[in-house]
């Protein structure tokens, strides 16, 4: 039987915990109670702090009997995380908490498949909740007072996240069509390209397009990781420009990393590598004064990448990509990498991609199964978009 996880620290947020167990059970869903506290529990819990912190990798004296709190919750977050994992009974998690247990129960949530319910009621909600979402599907709610025993408003927040829960515990989302689902990365200039590749893939996968932020990135790649995808249209790798040189929209030192380990098919390209993301002008830094920049908006602030920059992202692309042994296919666009990059545009550089597509082709060490190809087209071109879907087609065939 599925049950509906209710997590918090009862040794400070025991009654709210009850109350909200309670809440939920009133509606007829299965309810589990657990502790993830780091001294006695003050309520009644059906899975104690023992229990979630004995599957800490080091044991349970690796999280609890010390003194030193911030070192506890890190390892008390480490250890529901594997908890949660470790059952096969979940309709969904619901937490409350303030720092400290917003801290633990959303590592436990952030290790949960996408599309399995979480709702965190929680005192940070309103601020930045970047740390605890990341890129997981997390609802987090306000709870607006402190946790510091029920009153007439957090009765009133609870029962609604009560009933939140219990509703999508109770009525999970139908199984998508039977359509195998890829992974698309876009920008704004490169959004045509996309959105046609998009179009003539439609018919035969279930497209995701995920926006090239940063966080886009690393949720598609998150997908990849989950099996939840069955190959990947990358033709916006942008993120790694923030990376490497200070942008507000970076990716990780992973990225491509699930591409390697998963073998998917994969079809890349050099989308927005012209480009270095900061936010409003005051806010780029004063070593790349005196570049190329375009106002994208007040608050975006794009910059040209330099012919060493584009020689060191080239490079760094290629050899990631040279260790996937899945089939790679990834296209050059000889006549530009966005929609500013162009014959005219703010950050034509023909000399500047030159070095960036040596470099890439370089680097990627091509074989029987890592092919790239340069096309004397635009990225946005409809001949490109075309070219990308022939290859995809083509590898995810073999």
Known sequence: MKRVYVVGTADTKGEELGFLADMIAATGAAVCRVDVGTREATTFVDIGAGDVAAHHPDGSTAVLGGNDRGAAVTAMGIAFARFIQSRSDVAGVIGIGGGGGTSIVTAG???LPLGLPKIMVSTLASGDTAPYVDVSDIVMMPSVTDMAGLNRLSRVVLHNAAQAMA???ANPAPAADGKASIGLTMFGVTTPCVTAIAEQLRDVYDCMVFHATGTGGRSMEKLVDSGLLCGVVD???TEVCDLLFGGVLPATEDRFGAIARTRLPYVGSVGALDMVNF???STV???YRGRLFYEHNPNVTLMRTSIDECRAIGEWIGARLASCQGPVHFLIPEKGVSALDIEGGAFFDPE?????????????EPSATRRVTRLPLHINDAEFARAAVAAFLDIARQ
Not at 352 to 364: C, P
């Open 167 to 169: 509703g999508m515990a």
């Open 235 to 237: 033709i916006t790798t």
């Open 109 to 111: 949530m952030r290790a």
């Open 352 to 364: 500047a991609d030159a070095v960036l597509f040596d470099a890439i082709e370089r680097a990627i």
């Open 279 to 281: 936010w409003a002008p």
């Open 285 to 287: 830094p004063e070593r």
